[in-house]
């Protein structure tokens, strides 16, 4: 299967997850507005959240996918279907134990991550109720991971790809079935939520098994201590032990500027952390269609290329993904940077959301947008390291750019508030990307293919007459007034996005850029 049609699959099913996201975002945003407590509920979830980019997409899979296919390429199908069952072991008795520690500590981690709560205690009391039903999400979620891995590494990516649907899905329809009947118990319709989170983990890890089970490997968990003693003294597991010490730290630093940032608005005005919630989920359309879906491809094939000493197909193959980042995700950062708030008009402007969280939104969205081409650079270019088992160089990447993005916090806050906290983001996600980059062609890793000024020139004047079409469109049309016209907003939308792919890909055509050509690449 090629590098494109894997990408493909993933960018499908992302794009499925995304839109039912922003359908739940959208829900949510309608239904509760942005008030204490859809900032008690963001919190709670973005606990769990935080603990599964931690653990289970973060060190978990950093360490877990270049092992796993190092391993097979190295001794063999039979030699990692029983790595599998002992990381499987090892991975479930340390998730029980976090659990059960997560639920008793939860009053503790929310006023790690929100003191701020605090200043109106029903806020931070639901929070804390919240957090003790959600956080064995991180049990399923990482288990998700494991199993994600296994399929990935066999180039099954529709799967994994595919479950964050349920997750959606879930949250959905508790909100518009459990919500109303919560209500008419006299209890906060909010508290809904949280079990659509648990029914979408639950299911998210079932549709794996079958698809773990067809191809032989679905892992057999011990639960006896001589199971548990074989499974820590696996060489496999040991390896990556080793591997995640440095990348927990690594993605533990991306994790504690979340929680800096959390803290700082959860002390601003009431509705700044949804206001920078319902951003980040606009935030992750392109950076998980794009930077998600490349790294999800990537990073087995590098790992393999790595393992085998095919060093040019390693190289082409991160040439390849920068390409695509640069084709596609500096489009999409132009247009955050100048069409944001039709943007959010269209999607979250009903019901209980404001004017004003409409202007909040886009000022987020905005600041986000300035590091978008970093944020998906950085899934293509990470991998570029953990393919070869180094995480170390990340890992101190990231400690000093979650110090400079401090830095912007101080600069930036004081002047432009839950604004300032992501434009930080994504100043200090360019950053990281250049940096990434830099360490690649300067270790000879990454060599450049020929014709990249060429390219480089043709997607700049693509996106310069682009960014102009969308400039107008944002300012020639009333958006926000037209709350009451929703299917003429929308319509216009649709028109305008329309017309600005399609002038991007056409300018695209007529300096010379063949999107044939460059996709058989």
């Known amino acids: 299967m090629s590098l494109l049609r894997s990408a493909s699959i993933v960018s499908v099913f992302t794009l499925a997850s995304r839109v039912t996201g922003l359908v739940r975002e959208l829900l949510i945003a309608s239904l509760f507005g942005a008030s204490a407590l859809t900032d008690a509920f963001n919190v709670a979830f973005r606990i769990p959240n935080l603990f599964r980019r931690l653990f289970?997409?973060?060190?978990?899979?950093?360490a877990f996918v270049p092992v796993l296919a190092a391993t097979r390429a190295e001794r063999g199908d039979a030699a990692t279907r029983q790595a599998i069952d002992h990381v499987a072991?090892?991975?479930a008795w340390v998730l029980l134990v976090?659990?059960?520690l997560g639920v008793l500590a939860a009053p503790w981690l929310v006023w790690a991550l929100a003191s701020g709560l605090a200043q109106e205690g029903k806020g931070f009391d639901a929070a804390v109720q919240m957090t003790r039903w959600m956080f064995p999400y991180i049990a399923f979620m990482s288990l998700v991971a494991l199993s994600a891995g296994i399929l990935?590494?066999?180039k099954r990516f529709a799967v994994?790809?595919?479950?964050?649907v349920l997750l959606n899905v879930s949250v959905i329809a508790a909100a518009l079935a459990l919500a109303p009947w919560l209500q008419g118990q006299g209890v906060a319709p909010i508290y809904a939520l949280p079990a659509g989170v648990m029914l979408g983990g639950a299911l998210q890890l079932a549709v794996q098994i079958p698809a773990l089970y067809r191809l032989g490997l679905l892992p057999r968990v011990g639960w006896s201590p001589t199971a548990l003693r074989a499974a820590w003294t696996d060489s496999a597991t040991r390896r990556i032990l080793r591997l995640m010490g440095p990348a927990l730290l690594g993605v533990g630093v991306a994790q504690i500027s979340l929680l800096i940032n959390t803290q700082i608005a959860s002390h601003l005005v009431a509705g700044s952390v949804s206001w920078l919630s319902y951003a980040d989920r606009l935030m992750e359309f392109p950076t998980a269609m794009l930077g998600v879906a490349l790294g999800v491809v990537l990073m087995p094939q590098l790992a393999a290329a790595k393992a085998s000493g095919d060093l040019d197909r390693y190289a082409a193959m991160l040439d390849w993904g920068l390409r695509l980042v640069l084709l596609l995700a500096l489009p999409c950062a132009a247009a955050l940077l100048v069409f944001a708030e039709p943007l959010v008009a269209v999607l979250y402007h009903y019901g209980a959301f404001t004017d004003r969280d409409?202007?909040?939104?886009?000022?987020?969205?905005?600041g986000y947008g300035v590091g978008l081409l970093g944020l998906v650079a950085i899934k293509v270019l990470a991998p570029g390291y953990y393919a070869s088992q180094d995480i170390r160089t990340p890992v101190r990447i990231a400690v000093v750019v979650l110090v400079i993005t401090q830095l912007f916090n101080l600069l930036f806050v004081p002047w432009l508030a839950h604004a300032g906290l992501a434009l930080?983001?994504?100043l200090g996600a360019m950053v990281n990307a250049l940096w990434l980059l830099v360490g690649l062609l300067r270790r000879g890793s990454?060599?450049?293919?020929?014709?990249?000024?060429?390219?480089?020139l043709q997607v700049l004047l693509a996106t310069a007459l682009l960014t102009a079409l969308l400039w107008f469109a944002a300012h020639a049309l009333p958006w926000v007034a037209l709350r009451q016209h929703v299917w003429l907003r929308m319509g216009w939308m649709a028109l305008v996005l329309l017309a600005a792919a399609s002038l991007y890909f056409a300018s695209l055509w007529a300096t010379g850029l063949r999107l044939k050509a460059f996709i058989q690449r």
């Open 424 to 426: 930080s983001i994504g």
């Open 152 to 154: 990935n590494t066999w």
């Open 89 to 91: 072991t090892a991975l």
């Open 98 to 100: 976090v659990s059960i």
């Open 358 to 366: 409409v202007q909040q939104t886009t000022l987020s969205l905005t």
């Open 160 to 164: 994994p790809a595919a479950t964050p």
């Open 56 to 62: 289970a997409e973060g060190a978990f899979s950093q």
């Open 446 to 456: 990454y060599k450049p293919q020929p014709g990249w000024g060429r390219f480089a």
